[in-house]
């Protein structure tokens, strides 16, 4: 990661024009993309959210990375197995 902060201008590009990101919400990334500072912990966001729509975790219920983590884990066990039985 880069060690030079994001600054407005960097901000001006179409997937940051979201009025609510501030330059201090992101950095650069190791390739010198612009890209958002919790943008793993959104991406496990949605990997729950997805999870709970298969009614394999619950909405309201508090989670740990690993425990989304496990479920992803199980679920490709689950799918390799299916895959070596067709």
Request: hydrophobic share 35%; charged share 35%; proline share 2%.
């Amino acid at each position: 990661m880069s060690k030079q902060e994001v600054t407005e201008m960097d901000l001006r590009m179409p997937e940051f024009r979201d009025s609510r990101i501030t330059p201090d919400m992101c950095e650069f990334d190791e390739k010198g993309n612009v890209v958002r500072k919790d943008r793993f912990e959104k991406a496990i966001q949605k990997i729950h959210l997805g999870l709970c729509e298969l009614g394999l975790m619950h909405q309201f219920m508090d989670y740990t990375v690993d425990e989304v983590v496990e479920h992803v884990r199980q679920i490709m066990i689950e799918k390799k197995k299916g895959v070596n039985h067709e």
